[in-house]
C-alpha cells in the first residue's frame, strides 16, 4: 500500500463521523494497492474502497458515515485529518412525480431501524439481490481502448417510491482526481424521469462560486437574503450556459472563494469534522453529448448540516449535481482536481493542454 495512503485508512477513526455506531469496522482489512489501483483486500472481512493508488478513492459504509451514501476521499489533497471529502447520493424521480428518493435519509427495508439505504458492490451488474457486505467486490481492472481501468458496480435496496437503482463508477488511469457514473435501473423498477446522483457535502470545502460560459455565479448572490437553518431551494442552470470542452462536453464547474482554509474563523461550537484545512480544490461534474434538457443544480446551506451553527465566510453550495432525463446506462463524471478553476477550464477548452 502507497504511504501516503495509510493516514487515510488507520486514522480514519478520527473522523467526527465514527459517532454513527458501525459495528467491527475497525477490523476490516486494508486495502490493497495493485499498480495503479487501490482495492479491497481479497478473501477476508474487509473495507471496501475503491479508486486510484495517487487520487481519488470512494468507499462504502460500514466506513465512517451515514449509511446511504458513496464516501470520496481525497488524500493528494493533504488533510490535516483523515476525512471523507464529500458524499454521492442517489436520488430516484419516479415517472409523473415531482418528489425525489433519498438514499441517505430513508429507512432501510433491509436493515430494521436504520436509516439510510444499504449499499452493496459487485463485479457485474446482475447483484439485484443483497451481497454480504464484510466481503465487498474486489472491482475488474481491464483494458478499454487501450487503458486500463478499475470498475466497480454500487447496488441500492429499493426505494420507497419504487425506484430500484445501481450505478457503474469506472476509473480511468490517465484521470486520477475523476471517475464515471452510469446510472441504470434493475428490470423491475417502476419507471423514472430522472436518476441524480447529487456530490452531497458541497459545504465541507465550503463551495461559493461556480463557472459559465459567460461568468461566475456566487452563492453569496444567489441566497444573499437567506439566513435560515433549511436547505435553500434549488437554482437552476441550463447546459446552453454551461462550459463546453474542444470536444463539446457540457462541464459544470464549483470552487471555493477561500485563498487559505487556515484563516476561517469558526462560530463556538463548531463540530471538528467541519473545520476543512486540506488543499483548496475544483470540483466539477462531466456529461459527454449532453442531452438537450441537461440542467445544473445547487442548492445552499447558511449553517452546517443538522445543526445551527453558521460556515464561515457566508452561505456556500452543498447540493452540487446534474440532472438529465434518465435513459438506462447514461453516462456523468465527478472530479475533485487539485489545479485551480482558471486553469482547469484552460485545459479542458485546448485540445492539447
Known amino acids: 500500500m502507497r504511504q501516503h495512503l495509510l493516514p487515510l485508512f488507520l ?29 479491497p483486500a481479497e478473501g477476508k472481512p474487509a473495507m471496501p474502497v475503491w479508486g486510484h493508488a495517487n487520487g481519488i478513492i470512494v468507499g462504502l459504509a460500514p466506513l465512517p458515515g451515514p449509511r446511504g451514501l458513496i464516501r470520496i476521499y481525497t488524500p493528494y489533497l493533504e488533510y490535516e485529518f483523515a476525512e471523507v471529502m464529500n458524499f454521492i447520493a442517489y436520488e430516484p424521480i419516479p415517472k409523473g412525480s415531482e418528489h425525489r428518493g433519498l438514499s441517505e435519509l430513508e429507512m432501510s427495508s433491509l436493515d430494521e431501524g436504520e436509516r439510510g439505504k444499504r449499499f452493496w458492490s459487485s463485479n457485474d451488474s446482475m447483484a439485484v439481490l443483497p451481497l454480504e457486505g464484510a466481503y465487498p467486490a474486489r472491482g475488474v481492472i481491464e483494458k478499454i481502448d487501450g487503458e486500463e481501468t478499475l470498475t466497480v458496480f454500487i447496488f441500492s435496496e429499493p426505494f420507497d417510491n419504487g425506484a430500484k437503482v445501481y450505478t457503474r463508477l469506472r476509473f480511468f488511469e490517465s484521470r486520477p482526481y475523476e471517475f464515471e457514473i452510469t446510472t441504470n435501473t434493475y428490470d423491475d423498477s417502476v419507471d423514472l424521469d430522472y ?4 456530490a452531497t457535502m458541497g459545504n465541507k470545502a465550503r463551495l461559493r462560486t461556480l463557472f459559465f460560459k459567460d461568468g461566475e455565479k456566487s452563492s453569496l448572490d444567489l441566497w444573499s437574503d437567506y439566513k435560515g437553518i433549511h436547505f435553500t431551494p434549488h437554482e437552476c442552470f441550463s447546459q446552453q450556459e454551461m462550459i463546453r470542452s474542444w470536444k463539446g462536453d457540457a462541464y459544470f464547474i464549483a470552487a471555493p472563494n477561500e485563498k487559505d482554509y487556515s484563516k476561517a474563523a469558526y462560530a463556538a461550537g463548531t463540530n471538528e469534522h ?73 485545459q479542458i477548452k485546448t485540445r492539447h493542454p
Open 195 to 198: 436518476f441524480i446522483t447529487t
Open 11 to 39: 486514522l480514519i477513526v478520527t473522523s467526527s463521523y465514527a459517532q454513527q455506531n458501525v459495528p467491527n469496522w475497525k477490523q476490516l482489512a486494508l486495502p490493497d494497492t495493485v499498480g495503479s489501483w487501490i482495492l
Open 274 to 346: 467541519w473545520k476543512f484545512n486540506g488543499k483548496r480544490a475544483t470540483q466539477y461534474w462531466i456529461q459527454k453529448n449532453p442531452q438537450e434538457k441537461l440542467t445544473g443544480l445547487v442548492n445552499g446551506r447558511f449553517t452546517y448540516w443538522a445543526s445551527e451553527t453558521p460556515i464561515p465566510g457566508g452561505i456556500s453550495i452543498e447540493n452540487f449535481e446534474l440532472k438529465s432525463p434518465f435513459k438506462k446506462g447514461e453516462q456523468f463524471v465527478f472530479g475533485i482536481t487539485p489545479i485551480s478553476p482558471q486553469q482547469f477550464i484552460r
